[in-house]
């Protein structure tokens, strides 16, 4: 009984020390994670205060490079008249719309590809070329084929990120561990049913990944598409800013889609956080 009793105890002093460790880990982590962010916000503040002493003192032309108190006054303006959110909200669902019409579309078409070997050699080529094509030499033709609308923004966005979404995607399928493949065809799988239960979920990390870049395509895509064809939106306003000279609405609208671009990857960020858990 004695020796029972003390090999529990040595048993809970394990544990005990185990949990502390643990905790001093979690500590040392949430510090770590701490310490990033307020190193990001240190560089920020000291980024943002550089370049409004400089504009201040005239060490830069601010009617050239704007400055943090200009870029705030414009955006008070563009609220106060009531053209803030909306702008926004024409570029924020060009944006959306393209991005999750080009991940669904690129990711069936991968699906597809990854389906059907012979396909996918015969349409491989094509897309590589597809992919290098500058996309912005296609603006006339889209103007013609869709309009003047926001149906041509959401095209432009969708074919500048889609090719990307499909190769990257079929690169995840295709560097499915191999021996898994064969065990399951083995076990007598077939390829849906390997789909299903062995490629898509062995590669999420690669999908996420693909969002990660594809929110970066997206607002490239729905910019090019403003530039090209528009009568709102932030890209509206930097064309316009930039026409009649007043560029501290070009930085304005500049700094508004840096936020709303950070904070689309930062929902992609969390949405990989709970899926891969």
Known sequence: MQG???DTEKHMKKALNHSSGHEKFLRAVRRKKIAVWTIRCGILAVLLILWELCARFEIIDPFVTSSPSRVAATLCELYEGGNLFYHIGITLMETVAGFF?????GYGIAVVLWLNDGARKVFEPYIVVLNALPKIALGPLIIIWMGTGYTA???MTVIVSVIVCIMNTLTGFLQVDGTMLTLMRALGANKAQILAKLVIPASLPQLMNTLKVAVG???IGSIMGEYIVSRAGLGYLIVYGGQVFKLD???TATIILCTLAGGMYALVALAERILTR
């Open 4 to 6: 029972a009793a003390a």
């Open 101 to 105: 019409a080009a991940v669904i579309a």
């Open 153 to 155: 923004i959401i095209f």
């Open 217 to 219: 395509l997206a607002w």
């Open 249 to 251: 609405l070009v930085m």
